[in-house]
């Protein structure tokens, strides 16, 4: 069943993370929700306003460039390697926005040869980033994240967000 405009779905039903809220894990469970809508996605994760990681997907198959340190190669390496490129991605454009008197950044997109990168903010000044590759369908893409911001963005409270950040953290 399909929430009502603005309410957060219940997760499904199976194996829980244990202390966690029913918030969080509300949010987890949206979070991977959107990575399996996207066609194409490859990775998504949820930064705060002030760079942490609160959630994330797993990353899924990149390609590897030989003689590199690959992100993946460390736990939770890609998903923080992502949050921390989402961070600096958004700061990036909020002080361009600034400079250009063009009010608030809702959305940023980066279109490479071999994928594409999409941040949108969060009303909590959360970001929400996706990767995805470059064949994706931009329109599923931003309307899926849409989705998410509009049902995620009211319940990211401060307490939440320090929940969150805790179990990352400590790997919950």
């Known amino acids: 069943m399909d929430p009502k405009p603005g309410q957060v779905p219940e997760p499904e039903q199976g194996p829980q993370p244990t202390g966690l809220s029913l918030e969080a894990r509300n949010l987890q469970w949206l979070l991977q929700n959107l990575i ?4 194409g996605a490859r990775s998504v ?3 705060s306003s002030d760079g942490l990681l609160l959630l994330g997907s797993q990353p899924g198959p990149a390609p590897t460039v030989p003689g590199t340190a690959e992100a993946g190669s460390r736990p939770g390496g890609a998903r923080m390697d992502l949050a921390a490129v989402v961070s600096g991605l958004s700061s990036l454009t909020d002080g361009a926005a600034r400079l250009m008197d063009g009010g608030r950044v809702r959305q940023t997109t980066v279109a490479m040869d071999d994928g594409m990168l999409v941040v949108m903010a969060i009303s909590d000044g959360s970001l929400l980033g ?12 931003a ?4 989705l998410f911001v509009g049902r995620a963005g009211h319940v990211l409270t401060p307490a939440l ?3 969150l950040s805790q179990a990352m953290e400590s790997g919950r």
């Open 130 to 141: 996706l990767h995805a590759t470059a064949e994706s369908d931009m329109s599923v893409v």
């Open 45 to 47: 994760v949820v930064v």
């Open 36 to 39: 399996h809508e996207v066609p």
């Open 161 to 163: 967000r320090g929940e």
């Open 143 to 146: 309307y899926h994240m849409a």
